[in-house]
C-alpha cells in the first residue's frame, strides 16, 4: 500500500512541477508583451494569475486520465488496493480540483479582470481613484448579473436528454452523469463554464485556426531585409519631402492654402514623421547584433515551420476524423453527437494510449498541445488584433501593449485554454474517457457443440464495457454534462477546420512580411530610447 501511495504522489509531484513551470511561463510570457512605458502592477499580476489558473487545469486533465488509469493493471483487472471507497476517493480528489480551479476561473472572468480592467480605462480619464473603484464596481456588476444568470440556469433549470428511440447507449450517459453527481452546485458549475468554453471556441476558430496556418508559414517565408526595406523606405521619404514642398510653393507669393491643400500637408507630414520613425526602427535592426544571429538561425526556422504545419494537418486529420465518426455514429443533434468509445480511429487517439503506459510521456505530449495552441493562439492574435465585430480596440505588440489589451489578451487566452480540454478530447476521445485501462471478456471454446474451455481476453474500454469494469474521467463528464454543449462543440469543430483551411489558403498567397511588421504606425508613438529595451 506503501508503494501504491507513493506512484499516486509521484503523479501529483509532477503536476506540482508542472505548476511551478506555468508560473514562470506565464511571468515571462507577460512581461514579454506588457508596454515598457504603461506597465501597472495589478494588471500584470491578474493577467498572470489569470493565465496560469488556465494552464493549471488542463495540466490537471492528464492527471485525471493518469489515476484512472493506475488503479487497473494491462490485464484489465482491478489491483488489489483499488476496491470501490478507493477508487471514489481518488476520483473526489480529481473532482474537487477542478470544482476549485473552475470557481476561481469563474472569479477571474466575471469579477477580477473586469473590475481592475474598468479601473484602467477610467484612470485615462484622470479622475479620482474613489470615482475610479466605484466606475469600475458599477461595469464589472453586470458580469456578476451574467454569472449568477448562469449558475441559476445550471443549477434549477432541467436539462436532460431528450429520449431516444434507441436508448441502450444513453442509458449508460445517463447512468455515468449520475455517478458523477447531482448536486446543484456542481451542476450550475459545469453550466457555467461549458457556457464560458462556447466563449473560448469562438476564440480558438477566430485566432487559434488561423494562426495555425499563420505561424509555421511565417517562418518558412521569414521577413524582408531590413537594408532593402530601408532603401525603400528612404525612397518614401524623399517623394513625400518632394510632394511637400511643392504644395507649399504654392504659397511662396504670400497667398493663404487651400483648406485642401492644408489638409493634404498635414496627411503628409503625419506621413513623413512615420516615415522617418520606420527609418530608425531599420537602422536599429540593421545594426542589431540581435538580428544577425536571429538570421543566423533561419535554417532552423524552416525547420519549425516545416514540424509546425505537420502538426497542424495531424490535429486536422485528428479532428476530422473523430468529427466525421459522431457524424456517423452517434445518435444525432439532440444527442449532442456524443458517442462512448470511437469506431474510426486517428493517430493521436492510439499515440496517447501508448505513450500513456510510460508516464509521464503522455504528460509531455498533452502541454505540448496546450502551448502549440497558446502559440498558435498569440500567432493569431498578433497577425489580426483584438476586434468587436468591425472596430480594432487593441493591437498585440511585444514590449508595448498596453494594461487593459494585456488584460484582454490574457483573457481571451484564458478561454482557449479552458476549450483546449474539448479540443484534446475531440483528437483524442478513447484516451480522454478511459486513459489505457482494459477490461476482461469471456471467451468460450466450443468442441462439437460443447464447452471445453473458458478464457478471459483483456480488451480496450469502449462503450460495450460492463458499467463496473471501467472508469471515466472526471473531465469527460464535466465536458459533456449538458448535451446541446457538446452539439455546438461539433459544429464548432466543422468551422475550426473550415477556417484553419482558408487561414491556410491566405497564409500561402501572402507574401514576406516586413521585418518591423506592426511596430510602426500612424498611431505608434513609441521613442527612440525604447528601441534598445523593445529589441534586445
Known amino acids: 500500500m506503501a508503494a501504491v501511495a507513493s506512484e499516486l504522489l509521484t503523479g501529483w509531484c509532477l503536476f506540482a512541477l508542472a505548476l511551478l513551470a506555468i508560473l514562470i511561463f506565464c511571468w515571462v510570457y507577460v512581461r514579454k508583451y506588457q508596454s515598457r512605458r504603461e506597465s501597472e502592477v495589478i494588471s500584470t499580476i491578474t493577467a ?26 494491462q490485464n484489465g483487472t482491478f489491483k488489489d488496493w483499488a476496491d470501490a471507497n478507493v477508487s471514489r476517493q481518488i476520483e473526489d480528489t480529481v473532482l474537487y480540483g477542478y470544482y476549485t480551479l473552475y470557481s476561481i476561473i469563474l472569479f477571474c472572468v466575471f469579477l477580477w479582470i473586469p473590475f481592475v480592467y474598468f479601473y484602467y480605462e477610467e484612470k485615462e480619464e484622470d479622475g479620482s481613484t474613489c470615482l475610479q473603484v466605484k466606475t469600475a464596481l458599477r461595469y464589472t456588476l453586470g458580469f456578476l448579473t451574467i454569472c449568477v444568470v448562469l449558475l441559476l440556469i445550471g443549477a434549477f433549470v432541467p436539462l436532460d436528454i431528450p429520449n431516444k428511440k434507441n436508448s441502450t447507449e444513453w442509458e449508460k450517459v445517463k447512468l455515468l452523469f449520475e455517478e458523477f453527481g447531482s448536486s446543484h452546485g456542481l451542476t450550475a458549475l459545469s453550466f457555467s463554464i461549458s457556457s464560458l468554453t462556447v466563449i473560448g471556441m469562438l476564440a480558438a476558430i477566430t485566432y487559434t485556426a488561423y494562426g495555425m496556418s499563420a505561424l509555421p508559414l511565417n517562418l518558412i517565408k521569414g521577413t524582408t531585409s531590413a537594408a532593402y526595406e530601408r532603401l525603400e523606405n528612404t525612397e518614401d521619404i524623399e517623394e513625400v519631402e518632394h510632394h511637400i514642398l511643392r504644395i507649399k510653393s504654392k504659397c511662396r507669393d504670400g497667398r493663404p492654402l487651400s483648406s485642401r491643400d492644408r489638409r493634404a500637408v498635414q496627411q503628409l507630414e503625419e506621413r513623413l514623421r512615420t516615415l522617418r520613425r520606420r527609418d530608425r526602427h531599420l537602422e536599429f535592426i540593421e545594426k542589431s547584433w540581435w538580428a544577425k544571429f536571429c538570421e543566423a538561425l533561419r535554417p532552423l526556422k524552416i525547420v519549425g515551420g516545416v514540424f509546425f504545419i505537420i502538426v497542424a494537418l495531424l490535429f486536422t486529420v485528428s479532428l476530422f476524423l473523430s468529427n466525421l465518426d459522431k457524424a456517423l455514429h452517434s445518435a444525432g443533434f439532440d444527442s449532442g453527437f456524443i458517442i462512448l468509445g470511437t469506431n474510426l480511429t ?16 503522455d504528460y509531455i505530449l498533452i502541454t505540448t498541445i496546450v502551448m502549440y495552441f497558446i502559440f498558435t493562439s498569440m500567432a493569431g492574435i498578433r497577425n489580426m488584433g483584438i476586434w468587436f465585430f468591425w472596430i480594432r480596440l487593441y493591437k498585440i505588440r511585444r514590449g508595448k501593449t498596453r ?10 487566452l484564458l478561454l482557449i485554454v479552458l476549450h483546449t480540454s474539448y479540443m484534446i478530447y475531440s483528437l483524442a476521445p478513447q484516451y480522454v474517457m478511459y486513459g489505457s485501462q482494459k477490461y476482461l471478456v469471456q471467451s468460450n471454446q466450443t468442441v462439437d457443440g460443447q464447452l471445453r474451455n473458458v478464457t478471459f481476453v483483456s480488451k480496450d474500454c469502449d462503450a460495450d464495457a460492463p458499467e463496473d469494469q471501467c472508469i471515466v474521467t472526471r473531465t469527460y463528464l464535466f465536458l459533456h454534462k449538458f448535451w446541446f454543449f457538446s452539439a455546438v462543440y461539433y459544429f464548432g469543430n466543422w468551422a475550426f477546420i473550415a477556417i484553419f483551411l482558408i487561414g491556410l489558403i491566405v497564409s500561402c498567397c501572402k507574401g514576406k512580411k516586413s521585418v518591423i511588421e506592426g511596430e510602426v504606425d500612424e498611431d505608434s508613438d513609441m521613442s527612440d530610447d525604447e528601441l534598445s529595451v523593445y529589441y534586445r
Open 346 to 361: 486517428n493517430p493521436l487517439n492510439m499515440l496517447l494510449p501508448v505513450l500513456q503506459t510510460v508516464f509521464p510521456l
Open 403 to 412: 494594461p487593459q489589451a494585456l488584460l484582454f489578451l490574457c483573457m481571451i
Open 48 to 73: 498572470i494569475f489569470a493565465l496560469a489558473i488556465a494552464l493549471i487545469s488542463s495540466a490537471l486533465l492528464p492527471v485525471d486520465i493518469f489515476l484512472v488509469s493506475y488503479m487497473k493493471n
